[in-house]
């Protein structure tokens, strides 16, 4: 069996007293989009940036390609981050015009010239539907808008791993399905995706496999229509998924 | 009275007639301050950053000491940088005192502190969000620098106003380690302390009141900053 | 909030009352003079004799340049003069700003510069100096410096006058290049800067002395007509500025004619320097160029107000 590009053991996360996260494990590949689904509060934004090494975990630990990256120097997690992308769940913009905005990740990551990150960051821009806004001051963008800047400035770095933390919470019904679309793109590819979600509909169309976060622990994981299938039959009052968005 | 409304016609007229003396001495005041700053930024900023991007024991104590060295004496500032100048003291080697370049050199040590405490207050005033936003998408440490700063960046130019401010109208360090040489280190503050000294009242009035309309043309630039 | 309002209100009374009080005109004497005088101390000590003595309050709000001490004179912002610029102290009293003068006391000013003398002026007179250091100035600037206080000072007054005794025109002389350095300070200062630049410069005896310890200059000519320092008292003219404390002003002159104060002014440093600082005036009136009425003799002018 091929080696999962990244790994999750024995995950624990603590704020002082307060355990968030308790022993997760979890394996995603690449071309493979991950749902985790979980009601508000169970933590998923925090698995999030624990997988971004934006903070470290209070034991366990993280993996990508086999090599372990939570607990390492600076240096080699700045790395590591380079291989990824996330978009957070309210993302905040840049004092600045939306192209600016896009190009700020490949500007620090060294990729390509000027002209060619342009040119990246407005095909970007169309891929999420925005054509035209590049000289828009992009904090007065509305919720919706800055979210699908905030996805753009993470696709346009063709990242390795793409961390989604409720990427279509804002938007009307009609850009989230373009959206789901785009994310469907990417299925297949060389990308791993995380999405996290708790719209159910979504998770149903996108993803391959399913991890149910309740808690802070994973109490269910498997292949889609598995998950998915156990959550509608076990009804609405079950625990594992009191709080997950069921349209029907 | 009658000191002060012969003063502010002096003032108008050493504008308008350009006088060559005062325009010149006008001149030096802006260019040494002017330095000051510029080359203080370019070691302030960035500390500044450093200092409230990182963690670090002590930061607290540091961050405290730089706000109390906002209210240095600048006589105090002078007198150290002149003991350190003087050819009896370990830099004389380099015969700095009594030149532009050692005033620069003063400046940039008394208005340190505030650069460098208003760029830390500047960015503090930057949401941790930024700082996720900027890492996330994989900047290092002194691009995330960069990019507080750059987020910031109205703050921060007001904070170097304000410096700028503070070292045009000083007149400790000027007077101490300039010396006051005519043609050479005599700037407006330190021609007011002299003609105050001679008793040429509307003289010292008229450069006075020439010191405050430069200082009020940079507190207008400040406010149209702190207006965005 | 409405109680710290309140207490600031109280204090700020308070403050205003005490200033007040302590503003009691009539027993209050202002003195102007010159900065190389009052740093000596000498004048405080006349001070605390004098009040003891006269149950009164002496301030010297003003010690600056000479310049400023004559503008306050002008302006009658203080009682008396106490300054050492005969010309300007002539001008002062003919424009009906001063009442009389009275010498009191003298000492000499030196020129000073660096130990191996490199213009050769010592054994020379003042001006003969004077000469010598800008012709070697002109000559080799880098070597042979002079630096001037340029404030208008009485000090700068005597070295003006001494450029003239040598035959130049002042306005020749501080144009003339880079060895006449203007520094547009207090003579502290500028002794300090003449050390640091290993130059020559023209000083009161008395601050030459309280610095001497940490200079490596030394005084080249001391002494001699061309550089008398003589100090003289001015009160300041009621008719012309209504309000000064004439009377008081003119009993401290008195005092400074008076035996017991000039034995002080002639014994005044012995201790910390092993010499005086200054020369009392009695008996000294033909040295110091002062007339007879003048010298070291009790006011004669009353305080008619106009």
């Known amino acids: 069996m091929s080696m999962a590009f990244l790994e999750l053991r024995n995950l624990d996360k603590n704020y002082g007293q307060a355990e968030i996260l308790k022993q997760i494990n979890l394996s995603v590949d690449r071309g493979e989009i991950l749902g985790l689904i979980g009601p508000t509060g169970s933590g998923k934004t925090t698995l999030l940036r624990l997988i971004n090494l934006l903070e470290e975990p209070s034991s366990g630990s993280i993996l990508l390609e086999g090599q372990i990256k939570s607990g390492r120097p600076e240096k080699e997690k700045i790395a590591a981050r380079r291989r990824m992308a996330m978009v957070f769940q309210k993302p905040v913009m840049f004092k600045s015009d939306v192209l600016e905005n896009i190009c700020f990740g490949m500007r620090a990551r060294g990729l390509g010239r000027e002209e060619q990150r342009r040119e990246k960051a407005m095909q970007a821009l169309q891929s999420v539907g925005l054509s035209g806004y590049e000289s828009r001051d992009a904090n007065t963008l509305s919720g919706g808008e800055m979210q699908r800047i905030a996805l753009a400035r993470a696709i346009v770095l063709q990242p390795e791993l793409l961390l989604l933390d409720e990427p279509t919470a804002n938007l009307d019904l009609r850009s989230a399905s373009a959206i789901d679309s785009l994310l469907q793109g990417l299925a297949g590819g060389r990308t791993a995706v995380i999405l996290a979600t708790h719209n159910m509909m979504q998770c149903r169309r996108l993803a391959d496999r399913v991890a149910v976060l309740v808690g802070g622990r994973i109490t269910a994981l498997g292949k889609n229509e598995d998950i998915l299938g156990q959550v509608e039959r076990s009804g609405r009052s079950s625990p594992a998924i009191a709080g997950l968005e069921i349209p029907w | 009275m009658e000191e002060i409304w012969n003063g502010i016609l002096r003032a108008i007229e050493l504008i308008i007639t350009l006088n060559p003396e005062v325009m010149e001495t006008t001149a030096r005041s802006l260019f040494i301050s002017f330095a000051a700053v510029f080359m203080a930024a370019i070691i302030d900023i960035p500390l500044g950053g450093l200092i409230e991007l990182r963690e670090f024991r002590g930061k607290k104590a540091l961050v405290n000491l730089i706000q109390t060295l906002y209210g240095l004496p600048t006589v105090t500032v002078g007198l150290l940088v002149f003991l350190l100048l003087s050819r009896s003291g370990p830099l004389g080697e380099l015969e700095l005192l009594y030149t532009p370049t050692g005033m620069v050199i003063g400046q940039m040590i008394l208005i340190s502190p505030i650069l460098t405490g208003l760029t830390i207050s500047a960015l503090k005033g930057v949401g941790p969000q930024i700082r996720d936003t900027a890492v996330s998408l994989g900047a290092d440490e002194s691009q995330v620098i960069g990019a507080i700063i750059k987020e910031a960046r109205f703050a921060v130019i007001a904070a170097v106003l304000i410096a700028f401010g503070r070292a045009l109208s000083e007149v400790g360090v000027a007077m101490m380690i300039g010396g006051n040489i005519r ?3 005599r700037v407006l503050t330190t021609s007011i302390a002299l003609q105050t000294s001679m008793g040429n009242l509307e003289m010292s009035i008229a450069l006075g009141i020439l010191l405050i309309g430069i200082s009020m043309i940079l507190n207008l630039s400040l406010s149209r900053f702190q207006g965005r | 909030m409405k109680k710290i309002l309140k207490i600031s209100l109280l204090l700020m009374a308070l403050f205003a009352a005490s200033a007040h009080l302590s503003a009691a005109d009539e027993g209050r004497l202002k003195i102007a003079t010159t900065s190389s005088l009052y740093d000596t101390g000498l004048l405080e000590s006349i001070v605390d004799q004098f009040s003891e003595k006269n149950d009164a309050t002496v301030q010297i709000p003003s010690h600056g340049g000479t310049g400023i001490a004559i503008a306050a004179g002008q302006k009658g912002d203080v009682d008396l003069l106490i300054v050492h610029d005969k010309a300007r102290e002539i001008n002062f009293i003919e424009d009906g700003d001063g009442l009389e003068r009275r010498c009191f006391a003298y000492n000499y000013f030196y020129i000073v510069g660096p130990e191996d003398d490199p213009a050769g002026i010592a054994g020379l007179n003042a001006s003969q100096a004077f000469r010598s250091i800008m012709e070697g100035g002109l000559a080799d600037p880098d070597q042979i410096k002079f630096i001037t206080r340029g404030d208008l000072s009485g000090t700068h007054s005597k070295e003006q006058s001494l450029w003239k005794r040598a035959g130049y025109n002042y306005s020749e002389v501080n144009t003339s290049g880079s060895w006449y350095v203007d520094a547009g300070s207090p003579m502290g200062a500028t002794l300090m800067m003449a050390n640091e ?110």
């Open chain 2, 183 to 185: 043609d050479y280190t």
């Open chain 3, 197 to 306: 630049k290993l130059a020559y410069t023209l000083t009161d005896m008395s601050t030459f002395m309280a610095y001497q310890g940490n200079l490596t200059l030394v005084p080249l000519i001391e002494g001699g007509d061309e550089l008398l320092n003589v100090y003289s008292a001015i009160a300041i003219n009621p008719e012309k500025h209504p309000g000064v404390n004439c009377q008081l002003a003119n009993q401290f002159i008195d005092y400074l004619v008076s035996p017991e104060c000039q034995e002080i002014i002639g014994t005044y440093g012995q201790e910390q320097y092993g010499r005086p600082l200054f020369f009392k005036g009695e008996g000294n009136c033909d040295i110091m160029g002062c007339s007879a009425e003048e010298c070291v003799v009790p006011t004669e002018a009353g305080c008619a107000e106009a």
